[in-house]
């Protein structure tokens, strides 16, 4: 809601408003406005707001696609509770009475054909003017199928396009019953329009099709109609070459729909091919009654050549598509041909002649080998003479020749009819066959061979082998002599393989030789293949260490391995140019025997036989195919593992870095270098951790341990192991054992202050070992047991901690200062540690420690540090306060409310004194009591002092 109160009265009224722009029944019921003006009021009045709605159903807004029934209801909200008198349903169309009534204010009505416009329901009330109205805006849009009737010819290219449409807001679901693919859908000019396109490639009766949006579907059709040929021509014509036939075609009339058609002949030479006219288009006259045909024939003489003759009706209107149809007869002319006329042919395979004789009536045919006449043999010799088809017009014999040999190679066929057409041309069977021998596998070592016989030759023929270069260097080609070994109809062709070539052929490798017969669709191939796989026979040493190095006292043992060897063979061992000889005991060798391609032979000789010997080279050696194969030499090395740099004793200080450090030899050969503790249940590994306390690394050949900040127990026994692999065997070699000792003296100040008469230094050492002595110096002088005044105490390691001391006494403030030094001697890496102190002595001075005051006089509390000769600090700060019996306290600070007292302290000592004085001018019983005063100087301190304020006064009374 709104409200509007204006500023000021109008006419000598206040009027004020309230507004709902879009009330809801929430909104009705009672209202009290209430005026209260200057201190009158206030001033009130009721109100009464009645909100009246009615709701529609199924919506205000209806749209549907046919003029099926629609049922309006009426639903009356009101927030009052006044009875309505009467209710009603107007509208551009029949309203039926009320069909039943829901609730007492929900009313259904018909409209059994409505039509677009509005409609308005109403409820009347008694008293009231106006009706409560709501309004039904319907739009009825009919479905409109654009063609009643569409004709259309038939073929692969015609293409008919039917259309509906119907008015709409925005674009409905409109489809053509029935159909699932080939619509296509626009919206435009307030219709949603449906296009149906539909390929029409065969003769089918009359459809009907109608449209709809949903299960509204239109009351209109479209009948689509497809001509087509009554009297077509036949598929074939037949007949002997100078008959006349006469050809005739026919085609639909449809009554009152087209002008008289076209007809026009034609002659192709394929049934797809280029037409050329025989005859002018001319108009056939329409028959005299409904149902019948147009109608036109064309006569022909039959003569050689003549392929094709089509009849094509072209209508001139009102037809899909291009208005056209044909029909085709193919002329044929008797006739008797066999094919193929040669064959060439492989052994075992199969030839297959067709003769077929294109006549009128049904012959006899029969097959013959020259002038004999062939019979069906078993396994050999097939006939198929099926019977004469009426159809085609044709008899069909076939002979198939099965298991051919290269000795059916040159005997002539023929096919014969039983009537008067004769013999048909002869064909000629070639029957060959081509055998590849020798390639397989090979060494690069000698020329490789394959040769080539072809069997069933009826002339000499050219061969052609792949793949080779015309050089002889690489292939030389040995054409041998025309039918070998005295056997008839043969030819052989060797190809040699040169080893220039083998060595380039690095896998298996298919050579190949053919010959061609025949010419054009007859021409044949012949050709088979050899492949040949190269091998290189090669030797090789090798051992468990590719270096061929070994450490001392151990058993060497050389591989020869021989690949790519073809058959048995012996291995030799060589050392330089002698041959090893296994009988002789100082070497033992072990040849396998062949397994593939390969075998092995192994030679055996311990470290202390190698040394014997002057040469240490050694190569295996082999004959393959006459040709004698070796291995390279390898030299034989004894190395010697251990260390180059040994690890060193160390000693550290906690918290500074220390590292260990060693050499191996041989690091070409490490493969890892760690770190060992030594330690009574077992050496521990040292391992770098994450937080780079300890780091190990391996650089230019040298393996570092190092703690960056080293603890107590960081200390011990520790050494270094290297890894080698030579020979293929794992070797390790450890370092000597060194001690790695970390220490600690726990640092002195650099002052001390004594203020009392003795002062005790303690220097505390840790380690893990005792040290060797501990010695003292006063101002550099060493101290003895004997020395005045001063003591020492020697400590025992505990816990890898001891404490010295050293005590001096007999000092006051006046006493100079003293450097005191402590030092830790030890035997080894870091000789001596040490520590110093210079030694302050100050006290305080003897002052009356209680001041009196009488009668309120004035009264002065004074403390004194004295400060040693050579005392040089600055001013110290000085702290008075006041305490009771609950040692409760309270600092005195001048100036404050209720502090009467004044702190007096000088900027420089007057006789190696600083003198600080606490004074009342008029001293009260309150300010007795026990004072305090403290003195911090520099570093040092608090030194304090007991002071007592005894105040006392007498009162007189009257």
Same mark, same amino acid.
């Given at each position: 809601?709104?409200?509007?109160?204006?500023?000021?009265?109008?006419?000598?009224?206040?009027?004020?408003?309230?507004?709902?722009?879009? @009330?809801?029944?929430?909104?009705?019921?009672?209202?009290?406005?209430?005026?209260?003006?200057?201190?009158?009021?206030?001033?009130?009045?009721?109100?009464?707001?009645?909100?009246?709605?009615?709701?529609?159903?199924?919506?205000?807004?209806?749209?549907?696609?046919?003029?099926?029934?629609?049922? %309006?209801?009426?639903?009356?909200?009101?927030?009052?509770?006044?009875?309505?008198?009467?209710?009603?349903?107007?509208?551009?169309?029949?309203?039926?009475?009320?069909?039943?009534?829901?609730?007492?204010?929900?009313?259904?009505?018909?409209?059994?054909?409505?039509? &677009?416009?509005?409609?308005?329901?109403?409820?009347?009330?008694?008293?009231?003017?106006?009706?409560?109205?709501?309004?039904?805006?319907?739009?009825?849009?009919?479905?409109?199928?654009?063609?009643?009737?569409?004709?259309?010819?038939?073929?692969?290219?015609? =293409?008919?396009?039917?259309?509906?449409?119907?008015?709409?807001?925005?674009?409905?679901?409109?489809?053509?019953?029935?159909? !699932?693919?080939?619509?296509?859908?626009?919206?435009?000019?307030?219709?949603?329009?449906?296009?149906?396109?539909? *390929?029409?490639?065969?003769?089918?009766?009359?459809?009907?099709?109608?449209?709809?949006?949903?299960?509204?579907?239109?009351?209109?059709?479209?009948?689509?109609?497809?001509?087509?040929?009554?009297?077509?021509?036949?598929?074939?014509?037949?007949?002997?070459?100078?008959?006349?036939?006469?050809?005739?075609?026919?085609?639909?009339?449809?009554?009152?729909?087209?002008?008289?058609?076209?007809?026009?002949? %034609?002659?192709?030479?394929?049934?797809?091919?280029?037409?050329?006219?025989?005859?002018?288009?001319?108009?056939?006259?329409?028959?005299?009654?409904?149902?019948?045909?147009?109608?036109? !024939?064309?006569?022909?003489?039959?003569?050689?050549?003549?392929?094709?003759?089509?009849?094509?009706?072209?209508?001139?209107?009102?037809?899909?598509?291009?208005?056209?149809?044909?029909?085709?007869?193919?002329?044929?002319?008797?006739?008797?041909?066999?094919?193929?006329?040669?064959?060439?042919?492989?052994?075992?395979?199969?030839?297959?002649?067709?003769?077929?004789?294109?006549?009128?009536?049904?012959?006899?045919?029969?097959?013959?080998?020259?002038?004999?006449?062939?019979?069906?043999?078993?396994?050999?010799?097939?006939?198929?003479?099926?019977?004469?088809?009426?159809?085609?017009?044709?008899?069909?014999?076939?002979?198939?020749?099965?298991?051919?040999?290269?000795?059916?190679?040159?005997?002539?066929?023929?096919?014969?009819?039983?009537?008067?057409?004769?013999?048909?041309?002869?064909?000629?069977?070639?029957?060959? =066959?081509?055998?590849?021998?020798?390639?397989?596998?090979?060494?690069?070592?000698?020329?490789?061979?394959?040769?080539?016989?072809?069997?069933?030759?009826?002339?000499?023929?050219?061969?052609?082998?792949?793949?080779?270069?015309?050089?002889?260097?690489?292939?030389?080609?040995?054409?041998?002599? *025309?039918?070998?070994?005295?056997?008839?109809?043969?030819?052989?062709?060797?190809?040699?393989?040169?080893?220039?070539?083998?060595?380039?052929?690095?896998?298996?490798?298919?050579?190949?030789?053919?010959?061609?017969?025949?010419?054009?669709?007859?021409?044949?191939?012949?050709?088979?293949?050899?492949?040949?796989?190269?091998?290189?026979?090669?030797?090789?040493?090798?051992?468990?260490?590719?270096?061929?190095?070994?450490?001392?006292?151990? &058993?060497?043992?050389?591989?020869?391995?021989?690949?790519?060897?073809?058959?048995?063979?012996?291995? *030799?061992?060589?050392?330089?140019?002698?041959?090893?000889?296994?009988?002789?005991?100082?070497?033992?060798?072990?040849?396998?025997?062949?397994?593939?391609?390969?075998?092995?032979?192994?030679?055996?000789?311990?470290?202390?036989?190698?040394?014997?010997?002057?040469?240490?080279?050694?190569?295996?050696?082999?004959?393959?195919?006459?040709?004698?194969?070796?291995?390279? %030499?390898?030299?034989?090395?004894?190395?010697?593992?251990?260390?180059?740099?040994?690890?060193?004793?160390?000693?550290?200080?906690?918290?500074?870095?220390?590292?260990?450090?060693?050499? @191996?030899?041989?690091?070409?050969?490490?493969?890892?270098?760690?770190?060992?503790?030594?330690?009574?249940?077992?050496?521990?590994?040292?391992?770098?951790?994450?937080?780079?306390?300890?780091?190990?690394?391996?650089?230019?050949?040298?393996?570092?341990?190092?703690?960056?900040? @080293?603890?107590?127990?960081?200390?011990?026994?520790?050494?270094?192991?290297?890894?080698?692999?030579?020979?293929?065997?794992?070797?390790?070699?450890?370092?000597?054992?060194?001690?790695?000792?970390?220490?600690?003296?726990?640092?002195?100040?650099?002052?001390?202050?004594?203020?009392?008469?003795?002062?005790?230094?303690?220097?505390?050492?840790?380690?893990?070992?005792?040290?060797?002595?501990?010695?003292?110096?006063?101002?550099?002088?060493?101290?003895?047991?004997?020395?005045?005044?001063?003591?020492?105490?020697?400590?025992?390691?505990?816990?890898?901690?001891? &404490?010295?001391?050293?005590?001096?006494?007999?000092?006051?403030?006046?006493?100079?200062?003293?450097?005191?030094?402590?030092? %830790?001697?030890?035997?080894? @890496?870091?000789?001596?540690?040490?520590?110093?102190?210079?030694?302050?002595?100050?006290?305080?001075?003897?002052?009356?420690?209680?001041?009196?005051?009488?009668?309120?006089?004035?009264?002065?509390?004074?403390?004194?540090?004295?400060?040693?000769?050579?005392?040089?600090?600055?001013?110290?700060?000085?702290?008075?306060?006041?305490?009771?019996?609950?040692?409760?306290?309270?600092?005195?600070?001048?100036?404050?409310?209720?502090?009467?007292?004044?702190?007096?302290?000088?900027?420089?000592?007057?006789?190696?004194?600083?003198?600080?004085?606490?004074?009342?001018?008029?001293?009260?019983?309150?300010?007795?009591?026990?004072?305090?005063?403290?003195?911090?100087?520099?570093?040092?301190?608090?030194?304090?002092?007991?002071?007592?304020?005894?105040?006392?006064?007498?009162?007189?009374?009257?």
């Amino acid at each position: 809601a709104t409200i509007d109160t204006p500023d000021s009265p109008t006419a000598s009224k206040f009027t004020s408003k309230l507004s709902y722009a879009t @009330p809801t029944i929430a909104d009705g019921g009672k209202y009290k406005c209430e005026f209260t003006l200057d201190e009158s009021g206030p001033y009130s009045a009721d109100r009464d707001l009645i909100v009246r709605t009615v709701t529609l159903s199924p919506s205000a807004s209806i749209e549907q696609y046919s003029a099926k029934q629609i049922d %309006f209801e009426c639903n009356l909200d009101q927030s009052d509770d006044t009875s309505f008198a009467s209710t009603s349903l107007s509208g551009p169309s029949i309203v039926t009475p009320i069909v039943g009534v829901l609730e007492s204010a929900s009313y259904v009505y018909a409209v059994s054909s409505p039509v &677009t416009g509005t409609y308005t329901c109403s409820f009347f009330f008694t008293g009231e003017d106006s009706p409560v109205i709501g309004e039904f805006d319907v739009k009825v849009n009919l479905i409109d199928m654009i063609e009643e009737e569409v004709y259309t010819t038939y073929g692969t290219a015609v =293409d008919v396009t039917l259309t509906c449409e119907v008015a709409s807001t925005e674009e409905v679901e409109l489809e053509f019953v029935g159909v !699932s693919d080939g619509t296509s859908k626009s919206f435009a000019g307030g219709k949603t329009i449906l296009e149906y396109t539909l *390929a029409v490639t065969e003769w089918v009766a009359d459809r009907t099709f109608t449209c709809a949006v949903g299960d509204e579907e239109s009351t209109e059709t479209t009948t689509l109609t497809v001509l087509q040929m009554q009297d077509e021509l036949d598929a074939k014509t037949r007949g002997n070459a100078g008959d006349d036939v006469t050809l005739s075609c026919s085609s639909d009339w449809v009554d009152g729909k087209f002008n008289n058609p076209t007809i026009t002949w %034609f002659t192709k030479e394929a049934a797809d091919g280029e037409r050329t006219a025989v005859t002018s288009p001319a108009a056939v006259p329409a028959p005299d009654a409904p149902n019948e045909k147009y109608a036109s !024939s064309l006569t022909i003489t039959l003569a050689s050549g003549m392929k094709f003759y089509e009849c094509e009706v072209a209508y001139d209107t009102d037809v899909n598509g291009d208005g056209k149809y044909q029909s085709t007869t193919q002329i044929i002319l008797n006739s008797l041909a066999a094919t193929p006329v040669e064959q060439y042919m492989e052994v075992n395979g199969e030839a297959i002649y067709t003769c077929v004789a294109t006549v009128d009536n049904g012959v006899g045919l029969e097959w013959k080998r020259g002038a004999t006449k062939l019979e069906p043999v078993g396994g050999k010799i097939t006939i198929d003479n099926p019977a004469y088809d009426t159809v085609a017009g044709t008899i069909t014999s076939t002979l198939t020749l099965s298991a051919l040999a290269t000795s059916d190679s040159g005997n002539d066929y023929g096919c014969f009819d039983t009537g008067s057409l004769g013999l048909s041309q002869t064909v000629t069977l070639v029957v060959v =066959d081509v055998v590849a021998s020798g390639g397989g596998e090979v060494t690069n070592l000698v020329p490789a061979t394959i040769t080539c016989t072809f069997s069933g030759l009826l002339t000499t023929a050219s061969v052609t082998w792949t793949v080779i270069e015309d050089d002889e260097t690489k292939y030389v080609v040995s054409e041998g002599t *025309a039918s070998p070994d005295g056997e008839v109809n043969k030819q052989e062709s060797t190809l040699s393989i040169k080893e220039v070539v083998l060595d380039t052929l690095s896998v298996e490798t298919t050579y190949s030789c053919s010959i061609t017969l025949g010419t054009g669709d007859s021409e044949k191939s012949y050709e088979d293949d050899q492949s040949i796989t190269v091998f290189t026979p090669a030797l090789t040493v090798t051992s468990a260490n590719a270096e061929f190095e070994f450490v001392d006292s151990a &058993t060497i043992t050389l591989t020869c391995s021989l690949t790519n060897i073809l058959e048995e063979t012996t291995v *030799a061992w060589y050392n330089g140019d002698t041959v090893v000889v296994d009988a002789s005991g100082f070497y033992k060798t072990d040849t396998q025997a062949l397994e593939g391609n390969s075998k092995t032979s192994e030679l055996e000789i311990t470290s202390d036989q190698l040394k014997l010997l002057t040469d240490k080279t050694f190569k295996c050696s082999s004959t393959i195919d006459s040709i004698t194969v070796a291995s390279e %030499f390898v030299t034989l090395t004894i190395l010697d593992i251990g260390m180059t740099t040994e690890p060193q004793d160390t000693a550290g200080r906690v918290g500074n870095p220390v590292s260990l450090t060693c050499t @191996p030899k041989q690091t070409d050969s490490v493969t890892s270098v760690a770190w060992f503790k030594k330690a009574d249940g077992g050496d521990e590994e040292i391992v770098q951790n994450a937080e780079e306390t300890i780091t190990i690394t391996f650089t230019t050949g040298t393996s570092t341990l190092q703690y960056t900040s @080293p603890e107590i127990d960081n200390s011990g026994q520790y050494y270094c192991r290297a890894t080698y692999n030579i020979g293929g065997a794992t070797k390790t070699a450890d370092s000597a054992v060194v001690n790695l000792y970390i220490r600690d003296l726990t640092a002195l100040d650099s002052k001390s202050f004594s203020h009392e008469e003795s002062y005790t230094v303690d220097c505390v050492f840790s380690g893990t070992t005792a040290p060797d002595s501990v010695s003292w110096t006063v101002d550099g002088q060493p101290v003895t047991s004997d020395t005045t005044d001063i003591e020492i105490s020697e400590g025992t390691l505990t816990a890898k901690s001891r &404490t010295d001391s050293l005590t001096i006494s007999g000092r006051t403030y006046t006493d100079p200062n003293k450097l005191i030094q402590c030092t %830790f001697a030890f035997t080894g @890496p870091v000789d001596s540690l040490d520590t110093s102190t210079t030694l302050i002595f100050r006290g305080f001075v003897d002052e009356v420690a209680t001041a009196y005051s009488f009668g309120g006089a004035a009264v002065t509390l004074e403390c004194s540090l004295g400060l040693g000769s050579t005392d040089t600090s600055t001013v110290p700060v000085v702290t008075w306060s006041k305490y009771d019996d609950s040692d409760a306290t309270t600092v005195i600070t001048p100036g404050e409310a209720g502090v009467t007292a004044t702190i007096d302290t000088p900027d420089s000592p007057t006789a190696s004194k600083f003198t600080s004085k606490l004074s009342y001018a008029t001293p009260t019983i309150a300010d007795g009591g026990k004072y305090k005063c403290e003195f911090t100087l520099d570093e040092s301190g608090p030194y304090s002092a007991d002071r007592d304020l005894i105040v006392r006064t007498v009162t007189l009374s009257p």
